[in-house]
Nanobody, 125 residues
Framework: QVQLEESGGGLVQAGGSLRLSCTAS????????MGWFRQAPRNEREFVAG????????GYADSVKGRFTISRDNTKNTVYLQMNSLKPEDTAAYYC??????????????????WGQGTQVTVSS
């Protein structure tokens, strides 16, 4: 089992940057593909970015492509989401998730086995 903890959220002005971290406080993420998702009030949870467990493959939602970068450091048991050029529509709770089956990420939250508690990102205009 893996226990995930996100950090790095906060309040930032439009155009600013934040870096989210997701660390496994129990277990290791080294054999899990990882994803970042977000959920705004009254919206469904949506895929933001994903990375395979080897780190060789990454993918992004169209809405964040070119602005967000996902990376992982398996030696630190941590996955990162660098968010640049933030927009008010990026405001949401951000969650990281671990997927055990296969060396590929997925944009479907149903395929992930473990979730963190979330960290709030608020972008002011």
């Amino acid at each position: 089992q893996v226990q995930l903890e996100e950090s790095g959220g906060g309040l930032v002005q439009a155009g600013g940057s934040l870096r989210l971290s997701c660390t496994a406080s129990r277990g290791t993420i080294n054999t899990y593909s990882m994803g970042w998702f977000r959920q705004a009030p009254r919206n469904e949870r949506e895929f933001v970015a994903g990375v395979s467990w080897t780190g060789g493959t990454t993918g992004y939602a169209d809405s964040v492509k070119g602005r967000f970068t996902i990376s992982r450091d398996n030696t630190k048991n941590t996955v990162y989401l660098q968010m640049n050029s933030l927009k008010p529509e990026d405001t949401a709770a951000y969650y990281c998730a671990a997927k055990s089956a296969g060396n590929y990420y997925s944009n479907s939250p149903r395929l992930y086995d473990y979730w963190g508690q979330g960290t709030q990102v608020t972008v002011s205009s």
